[in-house]
């Protein structure tokens, strides 16, 4: 699976790329090669970072599911107590 993005985010980064190179390294890149750089950049370097990112999701997914039996509890025969009456006494 590749990792795409959309058409305007994009054109987007390959702006972002080119003006990068101007202020930074005081080169001028064009168009089509910061393109290139930005199909390299997501085919090879992408998804190191979408690898992670899906790993601290599903860490954090985990730990939220393993909280759903504390949040959520509910203790059993209750009624009673609540009517004032305590618990019937076992045979």
């Known amino acids: 699976m590749g990792i795409e993005i959309p058409r305007q985010a994009r054109a987007d980064a390959v702006a972002s790329i080119e003006r990068y190179f ?3 390294l005081e080169q001028k890149i064009g ?8 199909g390299f950049f997501l085919e090879e370097i992408a998804p190191l970072v979408y690898n ?3 790993a601290d999701v599903q860490e954090r997914m985990l730990q939220r599911v393993e909280e759903l039996d ?14 004032g009456r305590g618990r ?3 045979p």
């Open 22 to 24: 101007q202020e930074h």
């Open 31 to 38: 168009n089509i090669a910061a393109g290139a750089l930005l």
């Open 52 to 54: 992670q990112a899906v």
């Open 70 to 83: 504390i949040e959520l509890h509910e203790d059993a025969f209750q009624y009673w107590s609540r009517q």
């Open 88 to 90: 019937p006494r076992s």
